[in-house]
């Protein structure tokens, strides 16, 4: 096998072809990994930037120690890293449908396996993170109807290309409303786009939450043609519980 490319792993599984891979960047002469669900790229750790902002614009809200924490979407591992380095979390759990990407980690295939593993903090889940969203019992299997501080999703490419149809009752008004309920109160929400920032979707965020936002994140795509860009929404419910969200969303400067 080439050192510069070596197929990991592959499986079969209900949503099609996963596979695992590492490729050698003949740029900057490290190991990417690449995680594909047929065709499609899922995540490459030569692009982390949204995924590790995920988890700091997410908690960069919530001013108070102790704080437990839900990723739907393990992938490599990067938005579970970067949550788990801000002090102030208590509790991570992460959810992921596929099993397979959760023994990748468990067996210390990807770099970042080990040390979410041995971090008391967090637990991986296998479960339907969208069903568990639909469902009064929550996300922590352990403790059904369990309230978190903040939600943090990475699974879909974006509110409108969804990996499964089942996916999109996440992203209509009662889907929202339902995610809301598992927070507590001035709780957060945190979405990764692939796309730029979608005026229906943030007016369903509105009316769910509190107060909104979209963060518009460019980066280097590394390979020298043009920036490129992701957008991390971030929604609050209210300090107190109130019978409806407050509709306010506004957007910060790019």
């Not at 995610?179 to 769910?208: C, I, K």
Request: hydrophobic share 45%; with cysteine.
């Amino acid at each position: 096998m080439s050192a510069y490319f070596e197929e990991l792993d592959f499986r079969p599984t209900p949503m099609g072809a996963l596979s695992l891979r590492r490729r050698r960047s003949l740029t900057s002469g490290l190991d990417v990994y690449e995680i594909k669900l047929g065709d499609e790229f899922l995540m490459s750790s030569a692009f982390t930037v949204a995924e590790t902002a995920l988890a700091r614009l997410g908690l960069a809200t919530l001013a108070r120690p102790g704080l437990d924490v839900v990723v739907g979407g393990l992938g490599l591992g990067y938005t579970a890293q970067a949550v788990l380095e801000n002090p102030d979390v208590k509790s991570l759990v992460v959810v992921d449908a596929l099993a397979e990407v959760i023994e990748w980690h468990e067996e210390g295939l990807l770099p970042l396996g080990k040390q979410l593993c041995a971090d008391r903090r967090c637990r991986l889940v296998h479960g339907d993170f969208f069903g568990m969203s639909d469902s009064t019992d929550g996300f922590d299997p352990q403790a059904p109807g369990r309230r978190f501080d903040a939600v943090l999703v990475d699974i879909d490419h974006s509110p409108r290309k969804l990996l499964h149809p089942r996916h999109a009752a996440l992203y209509t008004t009662a889907g929202l409303a339902s995610l809301a309920a598992h927070l507590r109160p001035g709780g957060v929400f945190a979405l990764w786009s692939n796309d730029p920032p979608d005026a229906a979707f943030e007016q369903l965020l509105a009316g769910a939450f509190a107060t909104s936002a979209a963060h518009v994140l460019t980066f280097d795509n590394s390979f020298g043609e043009h920036d490129a860009s992701n957008t991390v929404y971030v929604a609050v419910t209210a300090d107190l519980p109130i019978p409806e969200a407050i509709a306010g969303a506004h957007r910060p400067p790019v």
